[in-house]
């Protein structure tokens, strides 16, 4: 998803959880629409108030690749007035325009935005336990199939799961450190974003998990600490 959809979805998310009602229309053409999958649909489904499956759907959205942000304005048919606020503030922020319209399908060369942007240098480290943890809570539904894609079995995902019960974070973090202590140098971060392509997790969600906290440090220290 590009970043100003994503910044947007962040700075409306609490209006947007107490605005919208996502199970009658929303999350159907969603799924129609193969932005959503199955098991993002029933984890949506699963939470027990209308504001948490808004928020679970808006914690999803920004991990489903470029295609979503314009499928979601096209499933706000019923909420009009919410898209036509989003659309409003989206063209009048700086920076480049709102893409295609919302009632269009992407055109050709808009799936460049798929490409991973990190550097090189970046690729070829070995995430530490910090980067995993990020990653580990920006992760949905999809977590197994990154896990299995990284080339654990179906027994070691399921301990995961039944040893951190309480926390999706906590099982998919201990699943990635058992990949990365299992494949040592090997377990890079270019072999984490083949692993997020095959589970159709946008490659954007690594670069801000390894390169957000780079600016916010940068942003936040005192200049004697930048010296």
């Known amino acids: 998803m590009d970043p100003a959809h994503r910044a947007l979805l962040r700075a409306h998310r609490l209006e947007l959880s107490g605005q919208l009602l996502v199970s009658d229309t929303i999350v159907p053409l969603l799924y129609q629409d193969d932005i959503l999958t199955e098991a993002q649909v029933e984890h949506i489904e699963s939470q027990p108030t209308n504001r948490q499956k808004?928020?679970?759907?808006?914690?999803?959205?920004?991990?489903?690749?470029?295609?979503?942000?314009?499928?979601?304005?096209?499933?706000?048919?019923?909420?009009?007035?919410?898209?036509?606020?989003?659309l409003l503030e989206l063209q009048t922020r700086p920076g480049p325009g709102p893409g295609p319209e919302p009632g269009l399908a992407p055109g050709p060369g808009l799936g460049s935005t798929d490409v991973c942007r990190l550097p090189d240098?970046?690729?070829?480290?070995?995430?530490?336990?910090?980067?995993?943890?990020?990653?580990?809570?920006?992760?949905?539904?999809?977590?197994e199939s990154v896990l299995m894609d990284l080339g654990l079995s179906a027994e070691a995902v399921f301990r995961c799961r039944s040893d951190h019960s309480l926390s999706i974070q906590a099982a998919v973090l201990a699943g990635l450190v058992q990949w990365r202590r299992r494949d040592g140098r090997k377990a890079t971060v270019q072999r984490l974003v083949q692993s997020l392509k095959a589970a159709d997790v946008h490659p954007s969600v690594l670069e801000d998990v390894l390169m957000g906290p780079t600016r916010e440090t940068l942003i936040s220290s005192p200049p004697e600490k930048l010296l």
């Open 54 to 86: 808004t928020l679970k759907l808006l914690d999803l959205l920004p991990s489903r690749g470029p295609r979503a942000f314009h499928a979601f304005l096209r499933s706000l048919d019923d909420f009009s007035w919410v898209r036509d606020k989003l």
């Open 121 to 143: 240098s970046v690729l070829q480290k070995v995430p530490s336990d910090q980067e995993l943890s990020r990653l580990a809570s920006r992760l949905g539904a999809e977590w």
